[in-house]
């Protein structure tokens, strides 16, 4: 009975460990849903851009979008990134420096239509 359960755990951790992976949207980026919506960050050079999509992959509009803020912590510093909305459905700031392997990205935004988008994202 030992066996059969190690051998079963072995077999699932394959798996357990692909499920955790971030998928990558079309723009490159990880992806992360929030409440029915995704969300994908794309960081390049000191540019920080987010695309929003509702669940059928279809662009959510930014325009209207209130307090959208990117919290950064990086090289153990954090900083407060205002975000303005860019159409059809993106939410752009300006990074202090380009983001460094480890940094941490936090996303709030309130949607035009009241609800909240929020995610999370750690860079490699």
Do not use: C, W
């Not at 079309?26 to 994908?40: C, I, K, L, Q």
């Not at 960081?43 to 209207?64: C, F, I, Q």
Request: hydrophobic share 45%.
């Amino acid at each position: 009975m030992k066996h059969l359960i190690l051998t079963l755990a072995i077999v699932a951790a394959p798996l357990g460990a692909t499920a955790h992976e971030a998928a990558k949207g079309p723009n490159g980026g990880p992806v992360a849903d929030s409440a029915g919506h995704h969300v994908e960050m794309v960081a390049t050079g000191t540019e920080l851009t987010l695309y929003l999509t509702e669940g059928a992959d279809k662009p959510l509009a930014s325009a209207g979008a209130r307090n959208a803020r990117a919290i950064v912590q990086d090289g153990g510093r954090t900083a407060t990134v205002p975000l303005q909305p860019a159409e059809p459905n993106r939410l752009v700031g300006a990074l202090a420096q380009p983001l460094g392997a480890g940094a941490r990205v936090v996303v709030s935004a309130t949607m035009a239509d009241g609800h909240t988008v929020q995610a999370r994202f750690a860079t490699n």
